[in-house]
Every structure is written in C-alpha cells, then in structure tokens.
C-alpha cells in the first residue's frame, strides 16, 4: 500500500540551499548514528515494550471506545472534553478534519480561564452534555480544577444531573486524586496506559475516543499509523529518521534551532499545535533541543513570512500541503471587472491557497532556508494516522541523535509543585 504522504528534504541540504543546509557527510554519519535507535525499537517491540508504537496495530481495544461513543452520540448534543496537553492535543488534532457539524459536537477545554469556562457552562443544555474527563496522571491542576467546577454546576440545577450518567473519566491505574474522586462519585473509569505518556497517546483511546464522537475512522487512523511505522521500522522508508537527522544537523551545524511547522490546511492548524507539544517535551532536556514553532499558511504569511525571509538565519521550515485541496468556492470570472485582478478569475479558493504554499517554498528555498515538504495525497483518517506516526518516530529518533531520553518531562514538575505549594498557602 502506498504511503499516505511524500517527504521531500532535498531543500535542506548544502547542495540545494547552500550555506542554510546541512552538509552531506554530516547528513550520512548522522543517518549512520540514528540506524541503531531503529533497531532498539524493533527489539523494544518485540519485549512488548512502547506501546505508543503498538497501539498503530492493535484492534482489541477499540470495541468499548466504541460502544461508548456510539452512547454519547445518541444520549448527548455535545461532548466536552477536559484534559490539557497530551490528554487534549491529539483529539483536537483529530476531530479537525471531521465535517463542521460532528466538530461541533465536542468542545477541548484545554486552558484553564475562568471567565472562559464560565462561559462555556452557561452555554451548555445540562440534560444534554456530557465530560470526558482526560489526566494520565489524574493530578493535573487545571483539569481537577474544571472537574470540580463542572460538578459544582451539575447540582446546582434545576434537576441536579445523575453524576454518572454525565461523567466518563480516563486516567491511568492506582491510586490517583482523580481516580480516588471517580471512586467517591462512583463516575465510570476507563484506564490510560501507565506506559503510553499523554503526547505520545493520540492512537490510544485519549485521541480515538474524541474522534469516534466526531464519527471519524480511527481504525484508518491506526491503518495508516501502522503502514507509516513497519516501513519506518524496515528502513524500507526512510523518512522519519532522515527527518531526525536533518533538525539535529541543521540545529547543531547550521544553527537552525528553531523547527517552524507550517501547513497549508486549516485541519492542520491542532495538529501543528499537536507536534509542538510532542517536539518540545520530548527534546527539550539538558540544554539541548530544537524549538517547535507551529505556524499556519497562507495567514502567516502576513504575520511571520517577513521574519522568517530576512530576520535571523536560524529556523528551518518544514511546509505541509495538500495535493488536491478542498477547492471551496471559485471566483466566478464576471466579477472580475478590473485587468489587475484577472490572476484571480475562475481560480477556486483551494487552488489560490495551493498556489501560495508553492510561492512560499519557493521564496523560502531561494533565500537559502532548509525547506522540507510533506505532500498529502488528501486530508483524511489514514493520512493523519500516517503522520502522527511520522512526527512520533521522527521525535524518538531525533532524542536519540541528541543523546536524551524523549520520555518524561522532569523540568515541568517544579512549577507544578510550586503552584500547589502556593495553593495551600492560601
Ligand atoms: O494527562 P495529565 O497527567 O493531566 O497531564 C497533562 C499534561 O501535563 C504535562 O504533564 C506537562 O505538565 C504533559 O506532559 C501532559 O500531557
């Protein structure tokens, strides 16, 4: 089966951008040191070891996500989710490319705001919502705090809701704050794998769940997650680690320290969001790393374009198109009345939006930028299973060349403890 997308990093080397890309042999010795993290993977594998990687081909584990689903879309009119970072990102992500009206359905609230959550419950029919409640750890501050905020509206109805009915919960096993107040309030719990850490988790039911209530095919997402991986594993394609390669190289050879994600599809703009979380958990240890920065095109254009031509030489691009996009609505040509504008005249939205991402690389690529490209032969579930696998592998694989472990995030757990901390102080 062919893969879901092509990946194209010709740009980023010193043949094609000179001085801005990396160097061949650099390339090679550095494709040379990655060749061993893809055998250790084989081998975790076999042990039974990194689920996340796992997860693409399993099927056992989907039928109670989607009963569950199947129930929340027949008894509720919306569906909101309360979990951040991981427990949200691959959802959001997701959902995005379903059709506006199941998008509709789920609402992320990812932020932790006040007036904003205020504003979300009064907007909610109470007979008529449901939480998810998403926290691998079950001790996230901001997710406890909603779910406490969230009860506290659910009694103060008119008909105070039957909590359980209202309520699923997912967190992983063992005692837990959030797990001990399911327990209390008797709410159904699902269990997050202990062993799959919440960025790396969009194939478990933490991304699938959302997206079966958005009436997506998550078994093509795990499909094209799938193929994307035994090709990568094989070294029958050798784009993820290529990918690792060149960020690595370029940030330490060329100092490209910044990654900026830029696709050309609205769907896209979560899944950028999505990638910077995973690139910078994972890689941003001991001094080391490359910053993610999830941009958006063609409105980016007119914000950052400027910057990333002229300012500072240290960014590499890495720009997501669509091979047939969407065309939405064309410009019909007897509205064209004025000669400067008959570039326009019978183009369709999508093909204007197809046209800029071209024009973009272009101007990129001329200025000396390393410019890789992923084409998307069309925007759908195996695609986008395809490409969280990508960015998963391409993330591990990228620790490994940068000498670190892309598990964990110790650094985080300071602020939290002072936020706590500060908390109780009163
Ligand atoms: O799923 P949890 O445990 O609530 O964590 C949410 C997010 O918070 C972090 O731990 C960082 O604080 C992320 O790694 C994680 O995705």
Redesign the pocket.
């Known amino acids: 089966m062919a893969q879901p997308f092509d990946h194209y990093i010709d740009a980023c080397l010193e043949a094609t951008v000179s001085d801005g890309g990396l160097r061949e042999d650099s390339f090679r010795s550095l494709i040379e040191r990655g060749r061993p993290a893809l055998r250790e993977i084989r081998g975790e594998l076999a042990r039974g070891g990194l689920p996340h990687f796992g997860l693409a081909s399993r099927r056992d584990d989907l039928r109670v996500i989607e009963s569950l689903a199947m129930r929340l879309r027949e008894d509720f009119r919306r569906v909101v989710i309360l979990?951040?970072?991981?427990?949200?990102?691959g959802g959001q992500a997701l959902v995005a490319i379903a059709p506006a009206a199941e998008r509709r359905r789920l609402v992320f609230a990812d932020n932790l705001d006040g007036g904003g959550f205020a504003e979300l419950l009064a907007d909610c029919e109470p007979a008529r919502t449901h939480f998810v409640v998403?926290?691998?750890?079950?001790?996230?501050t901001?997710?406890l705090a909603q779910t406490f905020a969230v009860l506290d509206w659910a009694r103060r109805q008119k008909r105070p809701l039957d909590l359980p009915r209202h309520f699923t919960v997912i967190?992983e096993p063992g005692d837990n704050p959030l797990r001990r107040l399911a327990d209390r309030l008797r709410l159904p719990l699902l269990d997050?794998d202990p062993e799959v850490?919440?960025?790396f988790?969009v194939l478990s039911l933490v991304g699938l769940l959302p997206g079966l209530i958005a009436g997506l095919d998550v078994m093509a997402v795990r499909k094209g997650a799938a193929l994307v991986f035994e090709r990568a594993i094989a070294e029958e394609d050798p784009a993820p680690l290529a990918a690792a390669a060149l960020a690595v190289g370029l940030a330490r050879e060329r100092g490209r320290t910044q990654q900026v994600i830029l696709p050309y599809a609205g769907a896209l703009e979560r899944f950028a969001q999505w990638h910077r979380?995973l690139w910078a958990?994972s890689l941003g240890k001991n001094g080391r790393g490359v910053t993610p920065v999830a941009a958006l095109g063609p409105v980016d254009q007119h914000s950052q374009l400027q910057l990333w031509l002229d300012g500072p030489a240290d960014k590499s691009f890495t720009v997501i198109t669509v091979a047939e996009p969407e065309p939405g609505p064309m410009i019909e040509p007897d509205l064209i009345q004025d000669p400067d504008l008959g570039y326009l005249s019978g183009q369709s939205l999508g093909a204007i939006v197809k046209i800029q991402a071209r024009a973009t690389i272009e101007t990129l690529v001329d200025r000396g930028h390393p410019t890789r490209m992923i084409r998307l032969q069309r925007l759908d579930e195996r695609t986008l299973g395809g490409l969280f696998m990508h960015f998963m592998l391409e993330t591990v694989l990228a620790a490994h060349l940068l000498g670190i472990s892309a598990y964990g995030?110790p650094a985080?757990?300071s602020s939290?403890k002072l936020t706590k901390q500060y908390l109780a102080a009163g």
Do not use: A, D, N, Y
């Open positions: 979990g951040t970072g991981g427990s949200s990102l998403i926290s691998k750890s079950g001790s996230t901001e997710t967190t997050h850490g919440g960025r988790s979380q958990e995030q985080v757990e939290k």
